[in-house]
């Protein structure tokens, strides 16, 4: 039962790793199979995602900075929620519960929730300092 929890992590670990090397190599406008924003191309806003496939490929490239610039909050999500979810896969395939997790709860989840909209409100706002939040 763990070898095959184990294999599916593997597969998927693998997957990322491709997905992110492509992405390295290509560039977001190289790959036409990444989906476009479909909110942004039907409304001209900026959704909460918006710029986090031009900042991941800016973080490939050691660019933090850059990265930050196109989605700040994104850029600060995404490591930690890739953290919660690894220490969660590593306690299913263990069997049971790693000691240390990443547990936000329900009024962590709602402040994250809250938080996101919130910024997808703010970076559509067309005045300084907001302009600041949308990406370039």
């Known amino acids: ?4 929890r184990a294999l599916w992590i593997a597969l998927g670990v693998l997957l990322l790793s491709v997905a992110a090397y492509l992405l390295r190599q290509s560039g977001p406008n190289g790959l036409p199979w990444l989906p476009r924003c479909m909110f942004h191309e039907i409304t001209g806003l900026h959704c909460a995602g918006c710029g986090m496939t031009r900042a991941a490929y800016a973080a490939l490239h050691g660019e933090i900075g850059t990265a930050f610039r196109y989605n700040p909050v994104g850029m600060i999500l995404l490591p930690l929620a890739g953290m919660g ?7 299913w395939v263990r069997g049971r519960p790693l000691p240390f997790r990443l547990d936000v709860g329900v009024k ?9 909209i919130a910024f997808w409100i703010l970076r559509n706002i067309p005045s300084w300092p907001f302009t600041l939040l949308a990406p370039p």
Request: hydrophobic share 60%; net charge neutral; proline share 0%.
């Open 1 to 4: 039962m763990r070898a095959d």
């Open 85 to 91: 979810v690894g220490l969660q896969l590593l306690g």
């Open 108 to 116: 962590g989840g709602w402040g994250i929730a809250i938080a996101l």
